[in-house]
């Protein structure tokens, strides 16, 4: 792993250190995309908090918000996924 790559990564797995946003995160990429009102009603948090939470998964680049009228509605960036997945991925020696 370069230095660029390690600096670009950081910040995701930044936002992934936190037990509420681990499981938004799940929750998010589980499926193509999910209201907000969904999210909220999935934990035991005021809507603000999960307001705040999913605000740092999306500053770290991890997942994109769309407002449609009242709600707004969450995908995972694919190619964060890609990134995070790819990082993960553990060889073995031959």
Do not use: N
């Amino acid at each position: 792993m370069t230095d660029e790559q390690a600096v670009g990564l950081a910040p995701m797995f930044k936002a992934l250190g936190d037990p509420v946003r681990l499981r938004l995160m799940s929750m998010i990429a589980s499926t193509t995309e999910i209201c907000v009102c969904d999210l909220t009603d999935a934990f035991d948090l005021s809507g603000p908090t999960i307001s705040h939470h999913l605000r740092v998964l999306r500053e770290a680049g991890l997942v994109d918000s769309e407002r449609r009228a009242t709600w707004v509605y969450y995908s995972a960036k694919p190619e964060a996924l890609r990134q995070l997945s790819g990082l993960l991925e553990i060889t073995t020696p031959a």
